[in-house]
């Protein structure tokens, strides 16, 4: 089975948030959305699960319109956050809706969740801590045993111990039961841990796709110049994400030969190739509006 | 369909209960009052009672609409596996078809048991109060659908008991200003008329809010007017309606005068309406 969402365009007061997106989700997959606030994360996820109409393009199950066949619906679970109906419910009001909604939802494993993670069966979501909240959120997410989950900053508000509780549960629900699970997220340390591949939103569309593995031409290095000045050619070719005096840590977005062979001539007295990770890709997706922001830093300095 | 209503009577299992419990109430106070004190103060109340219900019902079901709205309920209902389409239909069926006729045959039953003598004219008048709340349920269901913001909505409905209803439900107004004789208020067969037709506008004001329903995206509940097609007629729709609500409650001779002046109000309620629909920004400067 695979959700496949096709060419779509979404214009909110007459601004563009999201123009020509097309990706597609397979069984079993644990897939990262990342994009700057406002990028659109937020109305891709309410398009895809039907709370927002798009204005053009097509979700499809297999082969069917998601979209139009309200019999699908009960194949994906989302929740808006943080404002949801959740909040106004207790626990056991919410799995009683839910049993109606999923034919599937799993209220075993449900009371047995809630218990493990000692959460109010008789108080409303509303009264909650934030980090109770989001950790209801996840179990009533899997508990409805849709086979496509979306999660809008899952870890969002939690301590780091339930955090890997958390990670752990998502991680052997998807093995389980081969759920699919699309993560939006800004904490792209977290999501290094968890996905199989990210999907960048900029520009209103998927700008990219990547997997640390995947990203042979994103490297990052650690260097030391030698002068008094930044040889010119780094600031046009990667992004500098430290500088301490003449070390310098820069991510190249698209590192070429060319590259190499000036980080080995005589401008530098120490090359040290680092691991990279999804937040370097993220940073050298961004290098140019990041170049921007530092210039106008260093102007108004 | 089935699912719709069996999710949404899920959702809202404890206010029909407590709504249930309220009529009950009603109803032991019509029976009391009707048993000891039929010749003095009370003797209306039981020949008020289905209406009486029936509209505390529509209230209750209105105001539950709204706190969906405010409670984000809405915004995963369109995510269910129910269509938008079935979920407008499910509340008019729940919160608008049932008290009418839940009341009703309270109504009914309580008479049989008390007063049989008055079964015809409790019928009569549950269904032609029954009628008129439906016409003005189906108003109330299309303003819910077309507006966005909740405050807009109760604006809105209060506009539309205040100006277009009230003499739609009342066509005795009619015959008094065309001088035609159209429905004679002593005639059965002249009320039940009266009432058909209502029943069909408000069937057709249905269909329309249920065809709009289908076309409502989340992301334009902030929007006053959530289609943009019907931005423009709503405007001219404020202006004609109010300017039509003066003209035929003028008792004077009409003139030009009374014309022009009756123009005034309905001018401002159309620029009022205009401002929130298409949100204007004046730019006053001095810069060239």
Redesign the interface.
């Known amino acids: 089975m695979t959700l496949v969402i096709e060419n779509i365009s979404?214009k909110?007061?007459n601004k563009t948030v999201l123009h020509n997106i097309n990706f597609e989700l397979n069984e079993g997959e644990i897939v990262g959305l990342v994009g700057r606030n406002g990028a659109g994360k937020t109305?891709l996820f309410?398009t895809i699960?039907?709370?927002?109409?798009p204005d053009f393009g097509r979700i499809g199950l297999n082969e069917l319109d998601y979209i139009n066949t309200?019999?699908?619906?009960?194949q994906?679970f989302?929740?808006?956050m943080p404002?949801?109906?959740l909040k106004?419910y207790s626990p056991q009001k919410i799995k009683?809706?839910l049993k109606?909604?999923y034919k599937d939802f799993d209220e075993d494993w449900y009371d047995l969740e809630i218990t493990r993670f000692d959460l109010n069966n008789g108080k409303r979501i509303r009264n909650y801590s934030k980090g109770m909240r989001a950790l209801f959120m996840i179990i009533v997410s899997f508990a409805s045993r849709a086979p496509y989950i979306l999660l809008d900053e899952p870890l969002d508000g939690l301590d780091v111990l339930i955090r890997d509780q958390v990670k752990q549960m998502i991680v052997n629900q998807v093995i389980e039961h081969n759920t699919t699970v699309l993560i939006a997220s800004h904490n792209l340390v977290e999501l290094d841990t968890l996905v199989d591949r990210i999907l960048l939103l900029k520009n209103q569309t998927i700008d990219r796709t990547f997997s640390i593995e995947g990203n042979k031409n994103i490297k990052k290095y650690q260097l030391a110049f030698v002068g008094d000045k930044l040889p010119e050619f780094l600031r046009g070719s990667g992004t500098i994400i430290a500088q301490t005096g003449h070390i310098v840590t820069i991510v190249f977005n698209d590192f070429v030969e060319a590259i190499g062979i000036k980080l080995a001539g005589p401008d530098f007295k120490f090359v040290e190739e680092l691991p990279i990770s999804s937040e370097d890709i993220f940073r050298a997706s961004f290098a140019k509006e990041e170049h921007a922001w530092q210039q106008e830093l260093e102007e108004e300095a | 369909m089935k699912q719709a209503i069996r999710l949404y009577t899920t959702i809202k299992k404890n206010q029909f209960i407590l709504a249930l419990a309220l009529g009950v109430l009603l109803a032991v106070v019509s029976v009391t009052s009707n048993l000891l004190w039929k010749n003095i103060t009370m003797k209306h109340f039981s020949e008020q009672f289905g209406p009486v219900v029936f509209g505390i019902w529509i209230f209750v079901g209105a105001t539950s609409v709204l706190n969906d709205q405010l409670k984000h309920l809405d915004t995963w209902l369109f995510t269910q596996n129910i269509s938008r389409l079935q979920l407008f239909l499910t509340r008019v069926i729940l919160l608008i078809v049932a008290p009418i006729l839940i009341s009703s045959l309270m109504d009914i039953v309580l008479t049989l048991l008390t007063e049989p003598k008055k079964m015809i004219d409790i019928i009569s008048s549950d269904a032609t109060d029954g009628v008129q709340f439906f016409f003005i349920a189906s108003i109330m269901a299309f303003v819910y659908t077309l507006i966005g913001p909740i405050w807009m909505k109760i604006a809105a409905a209060i506009f539309m008991l205040v100006v277009p209803i009230s003499p739609v439900t009342q066509f005795e107004k009619i015959d008094n200003i065309f001088g035609v004789k159209l429905f004679e208020h002593n005639d059965n067969l002249q009320i039940l008329s009266a009432n058909l037709i209502i029943l069909a506008g408000a069937i057709i004001i249905f269909m329309i809010g249920g065809y709009l329903s289908t076309k409502i995206s989340v992301d334009t509940v902030d929007e006053a007017v959530r289609i943009r097609h019907l931005r423009w007629p709503v405007i001219i729709f404020v202006f004609v309606s109010m300017y039509l609500t003066l003209m035929l409650e003028t008792r004077s001779p009409i003139n030009s005068g009374i014309i022009f002046k009756n123009m005034i109000i309905p001018a401002i309620m159309a620029v009022i309406t205009f401002a929130f629909v298409f949100k204007p920004t004046f730019k006053l400067t001095w810069d060239k």
């Open positions: 979404k909110i007061q109305t309410g699960a039907g709370e927002l109409l309200t019999a699908l619906h009960d994906l989302y929740v808006d404002d949801n109906w106004y009683e809706i109606i909604a």
